[in-house]
């Protein structure tokens, strides 16, 4: 048994649920560069070009060695290598730039307005510009810099992008639209995007990225079709293609860079402190390049992960198919070994009744379906960082040990233990006083009369009473502050629910008199079976009724008691609601629980992996609590 867990370990190894990483090469710094703006690699994959917020734009050899520096007159916007050694340098100061291979000026143009985006062919004959509060891309000439033409798109431009070969052209609007264009600036098509756009690439075979605000990128095909959708952690802030383009280089806010196949499955991710800010493939598309926000290279060997991957998928799926005739062969062996000992007729019986497991089989598929694989999904990728559809990277128990640290779990962590105290209250005590009430009602109409009376409330919407009771403690016109001014006490008159100090417990009485339907059905129906006959030799013993109830109902209702309790337990853990309806955590975290922690989590974040983490802690939470309820509460016949 011992070995059972490396077991297991090495089949997630070998089955590739453990994804590999890469790590950084080289590495070099830009003293006084400020963030990287744009990046370029030549043809050949000697050079690197790289612009800077200090103004400057820098060319490096694949080394990192420093070939020359060239200043602008304000921000760098763009830098583009052309495959004949020239390096173009695009600025805010409204100028575009060219120098030679040594660091000569070769042209100098005056575009009159700042210039916020450049992108050119590999051979330069195609070079488009983004000026500033313009509608029209701005077309230039290699040789001398000077305006040969433009093309209207009639947005507000934003981004621009062009093919390595020229082909193809894809710019961005601030209307969250991308027009993919031909190298005539004639228009093919036009993609909307889900948020503000960031970022776009395209490549030779017409394949357009597009990353947004909303932490995706979005890929279109040449004919306007959607081609997948990729999640990142964070806002993308700059998207680039491989030479061949099927490799898709991304980086995002948070210092993660990823690359995936061009059909957006995740190949390799890394992480730097600090925000990315820009990537940029070699030819080969075998080395990465990225720049951060405070002047630092990174340049990233991915081409021996990337062939592992593909090795990888070759032994997964060989593996699998193994695993498959295994199967079978288990089963065959398995059928031979009941015939042996003549136990096949159950197979019989089976054939005998499968109309009855044919009926049988749609509400198991059902409760499988949505119950139990949501389930163990949750528990499989509470050790992932998971999105689904884009990347899913194993973190072990990473997402549990942030809970310990996360400040909204913590709150909601004291704030949960005062609801369970304060909800087995309003659960038990209250519907078992009304029961008892009931029950010794000597009329049997009166009995009838209250139990309809209590449970008709039950078609009352549950939304419905929170926003009546939103309505009551609405500090201008709620009527418990007006009943407080109408009998002179309007002074205690304020924002119940506004109040960090007062929130929760105005909450907590929300429901009041607290008179679960329920539980006051459960209690009644386990008073009346109670023999009579216990209760009559009680009272010829002489027993008053507060004795009857304290030695007689009280622990025959032990396995009422247990239910509830455990009933109830669940629900305050698990319910969220009622806090999102009426607060939705607030005023800050006051009203926070780690319930609506993964909801929001999961939701508003994106952050799947550490949402399924915090249910299965409170699963686990709830396991432990009815384990000792259990042992606890002793029922008696």
């Given at each position: 048994?011992?070995?059972?867990?490396?077991?297991?370990?090495?089949?997630?190894?070998?089955?590739?649920?453990?994804?590999?990483?890469?790590?950084?090469?080289?590495?070099?710094?830009?003293?006084?560069?400020?963030?990287?703006?744009?990046?370029?690699?030549?043809?050949?994959?000697?050079?690197?070009a790289?612009?800077?917020?200090?103004?400057?734009a820098?060319?490096?050899?694949?080394?990192?060695?420093?070939?020359?520096?060239?200043?602008?007159?304000?921000?760098?916007?763009?830098?583009?290598?052309?495959?004949?050694?020239?390096?173009?340098?695009?600025?805010?100061?409204?100028?575009?730039?060219?120098?030679?291979?040594?660091?000569?000026?070769?042209?100098?143009?005056?575009?009159?307005?700042?210039?916020?985006?450049?992108?050119?062919?590999?051979?330069?004959?195609?070079?488009?510009?983004?000026?500033q509060?313009?509608?029209?891309?701005?077309?230039v000439?290699?040789?001398?810099?000077?305006?040969?033409?433009?093309?209207?798109?009639?947005?507000?431009?934003?981004?621009?992008?062009v093919?390595?070969?020229?082909q193809?052209?894809?710019?961005?609007?601030?209307?969250?639209?991308?027009?993919?264009?031909?190298?005539?600036?004639?228009l093919?098509?036009?993609?909307?995007?889900?948020?503000?756009?960031?970022?776009?690439?395209?490549?030779?075979?017409?394949?357009?990225a597009?990353?947004?605000?909303?932490?995706?990128?979005?890929?279109?095909?040449?004919?306007?079709?959607?081609n997948?959708?990729?999640?990142?952690?964070?806002?993308?802030?700059?998207?680039?293609?491989s030479?061949?383009?099927?490799?898709?280089?991304?980086?995002?806010?948070?210092?993660?860079?990823?690359?995936?196949?061009?059909?957006?499955?995740?190949?390799?991710?890394?992480?730097?402190?600090?925000?990315?800010?820009?990537?940029?493939?070699?030819?080969?598309?075998?080395?990465?390049?990225?720049?951060?926000?405070?002047?630092?290279?990174?340049?990233?060997?991915?081409?021996?992960?990337?062939?592992k991957?593909?090795?990888?998928?070759?032994?997964?799926?060989?593996?699998?198919?193994?695993?498959?005739?295994?199967?079978?062969?288990?089963?065959?062996?398995?059928?031979?070994?009941?015939?042996?000992?003549?136990?096949?007729?159950?197979?019989?019986?089976?054939?005998?009744?499968?109309?009855?497991?044919?009926?049988?089989?749609?509400?198991?598929?059902?409760v499988?379906?949505?119950?139990?694989?949501?389930?163990?999904?949750?528990?499989?990728?509470?050790?992932?960082?998971w999105?689904?559809?884009?990347?899913?990277?194993?973190?072990?128990?990473?997402?549990?040990?942030?809970?310990?640290?996360?400040?909204?779990?913590?709150?909601?962590?004291?704030?949960?233990?005062?609801?369970?105290?304060?909800?087995?209250?309003k659960?038990?005590?209250?519907?078992?006083?009304?029961?008892?009430?009931?029950?010794?009602?000597r009329?049997?109409?009166?009995?009838?009369?209250?139990?309809?009376?209590?449970?008709?409330?039950?078609?009352?919407?549950?939304?419905?009473?929170?926003?009546?009771?939103?309505?009551?403690?609405?500090?201008?016109?709620?009527?418990?502050?007006?009943?407080?001014?109408?009998?002179?006490?309007?002074?205690?008159?304020?924002?119940?629910?506004?109040?960090?100090?007062?929130?929760?417990?105005a909450?907590?009485?929300?429901?009041?008199?607290?008179?679960?339907?329920?539980?006051?059905?459960?209690?009644?129906?386990?008073?009346?079976?109670?023999?009579?006959?216990?209760?009559e030799?009680?009272?010829?013993?002489?027993?008053?009724?507060?004795?009857?109830?304290?030695?007689?109902?009280?622990?025959?209702?032990?396995?009422?008691?247990?239910?509830?309790?455990?009933?109830?337990?669940i629900?305050?853990?698990?319910?969220?609601?009622?806090?999102?309806?009426?607060?939705?955590?607030?005023?800050?975290?006051?009203?926070?629980?780690p319930?609506?922690?993964?909801?929001?989590?999961?939701?508003?974040?994106?952050d799947?992996?550490?949402?399924?983490?915090?249910?299965?802690?409170?699963?686990?939470?709830?396991?432990?609590?009815?384990?000792?309820?259990?042992?606890?509460?002793?029922?008696?016949?």
């Amino acid at each position: 048994m011992r070995k059972a867990p490396w077991i297991f370990l090495a089949l997630i190894l070998l089955l590739g649920l453990v994804p590999g990483a890469a790590f950084a090469k080289d590495h070099w710094s830009i003293e006084g560069a400020g963030s990287i703006t744009s990046l370029s690699v030549s043809e050949d994959g000697s050079r690197v070009a790289v612009g800077g917020h200090n103004a400057k734009a820098f060319l490096y050899d694949s080394e990192g060695n420093p070939i020359y520096e060239v200043g602008a007159g304000n921000v760098v916007t763009g830098v583009a290598l052309l495959s004949n050694g020239t390096l173009l340098v695009s600025s805010d100061d409204r100028h575009l730039y060219a120098y030679d291979e040594t660091g000569g000026q070769l042209w100098d143009s005056d575009l009159k307005r700042q210039v916020k985006s450049l992108a050119a062919s590999q051979d330069g004959s195609t070079i488009v510009l983004v000026t500033q509060r313009s509608k029209d891309l701005i077309v230039v000439d290699q040789n001398k810099g000077e305006q040969t033409g433009s093309i209207p798109i009639g947005s507000l431009l934003k981004e621009v992008s062009v093919s390595g070969g020229g082909q193809w052209i894809v710019a961005a609007t601030s209307d969250q639209f991308a027009y993919l264009l031909d190298k005539d600036g004639s228009l093919l098509y036009k993609f909307s995007a889900d948020n503000q756009i960031q970022a776009v690439a395209v490549s030779d075979n017409g394949l357009a990225a597009v990353g947004t605000a909303s932490n995706k990128v979005e890929l279109f095909d040449q004919k306007g079709n959607v081609n997948g959708s990729i999640n990142t952690r964070d806002i993308v802030t700059d998207v680039a293609f491989s030479s061949d383009g099927e490799r898709i280089g991304v980086s995002d806010l948070s210092g993660n860079y990823y690359i995936f196949d061009g059909r957006g499955k995740q190949l390799w991710e890394s992480k730097i402190t600090g925000e990315g800010r820009g990537v940029q493939f070699d030819r080969e598309g075998k080395t990465l390049y990225s720049g951060t926000n405070d002047g630092r290279i990174f340049k990233y060997d991915v081409g021996s992960v990337i062939d592992k991957a593909a090795s990888k998928a070759r032994i997964n799926a060989m593996l699998w198919a193994a695993a498959g005739v295994l199967a079978v062969v288990l089963v065959m062996l398995y059928l031979n070994y009941l015939k042996k000992r003549n136990r096949l007729v159950i197979f019989r019986q089976i054939w005998k009744s499968k109309y009855i497991y044919l009926g049988l089989a749609p509400t198991f598929i059902l409760v499988f379906v949505f119950l139990y694989y949501p389930a163990f999904s949750g528990l499989f990728h509470s050790l992932y960082d998971w999105q689904p559809g884009g990347r899913t990277t194993f973190v072990g128990l990473a997402n549990f040990e942030r809970m310990i640290h996360d400040p909204y779990v913590i709150k909601g962590m004291g704030n949960l233990v005062i609801l369970i105290i304060t909800g087995l209250i309003k659960a038990i005590i209250p519907a078992l006083i009304t029961a008892e009430l009931i029950f010794h009602l000597r009329s049997k109409r009166l009995q009838y009369g209250f139990r309809t009376a209590f449970t008709a409330s039950m078609v009352i919407p549950g939304v419905a009473l929170l926003l009546i009771w939103q309505n009551l403690y609405d500090p201008n016109v709620g009527l418990i502050n007006n009943v407080l001014e109408l009998i002179g006490l309007g002074s205690w008159a304020h924002g119940w629910l506004g109040d960090p100090n007062t929130a929760l417990w105005a909450i907590i009485f929300i429901g009041f008199p607290f008179i679960g339907i329920l539980q006051l059905l459960v209690f009644y129906a386990g008073l009346l079976s109670i023999p009579n006959e216990l209760i009559e030799s009680a009272k010829i013993d002489g027993a008053n009724l507060w004795r009857i109830i304290r030695s007689i109902h009280l622990p025959l209702l032990g396995g009422q008691f247990k239910f509830l309790i455990i009933l109830t337990l669940i629900g305050i853990i698990q319910d969220f609601n009622g806090i999102m309806i009426v607060t939705g955590g607030g005023p800050m975290d006051s009203t926070y629980v780690p319930a609506l922690q993964m909801y929001y989590a999961a939701t508003k974040f994106n952050d799947l992996g550490y949402a399924s983490a915090l249910g299965v802690s409170m699963f686990l939470v709830i396991l432990a609590i009815t384990v000792v309820n259990m042992k606890l509460i002793k029922t008696e016949d």
